[in-house]
C-alpha cells in the first residue's frame, strides 16, 4: 500500500506562484500514476494533472494547462505541482493519489488520497 502526504499550500494573491509536494512511502512503485485533484468549496473534487513515475509523462485539465507543471523526483519519492499565474477559482484543497491507468482523470482510477492542501487565492 502506498501513503501519500501532501504538502505546500498556504495563501497567495491573484497572480502568485505556490509549489505542492506530494511526497508518497510504503509499496511507492506499486501503481505508475501520480495524479494531482481539487476541491473547491461546494463542489465536486476534480482532476488537475498526473504524471507517470516510470517514463514521466504528463497530462493536464484544460483549466490549468500553460500555468501549472507537474514533475516528479524519483530519488526523492516526490510529486510536485508548481502553480503560476494562480487565480481566485484556484482556491481549493488540493490532493494527490494513485493510479494504475495513464491517462485517466477519473476518481474511481484513483487510490490511496492523501488528506490534502488547502490552497487560497486572494483578488
Known amino acids: 500500500q502506498v501513503q501519500l502526504k501532501e504538502s505546500g499550500g498556504g495563501l497567495v494573491q491573484a497572480g502568485g506562484s505556490l509549489r505542492l509536494s506530494c511526497a508518497a512511502s510504503?509499496?511507492?512503485?506499486?501503481?505508475?500514476?501520480i495524479g494531482w485533484f481539487r476541491q473547491a468549496p461546494g463542489k465536486e473534487r476534480e482532476f488537475v494533472a498526473a504524471i507517470s513515475w516510470t517514463f514521466g509523462g504528463t497530462y493536464y485539465a484544460d483549466s490549468v494547462k500553460g500555468r501549472f507543471t507537474i514533475s516528479r523526483d524519483n530519488a526523492k519519492n516526490t510529486v510536485y505541482l508548481q502553480m503560476n499565474s494562480l487565480k481566485p477559482e484556484d482556491t481549493a484543497v488540493y490532493y494527490c493519489a494513485t493510479s494504475n491507468r495513464f491517462g485517466s482523470r477519473r476518481i474511481p482510477d484513483f487510490g490511496s488520497w492523501g488528506q490534502g492542501t488547502q490552497v487560497t487565492v486572494s483578488s
Open positions: 510504503g509499496r511507492t512503485f506499486s501503481r505508475n500514476v
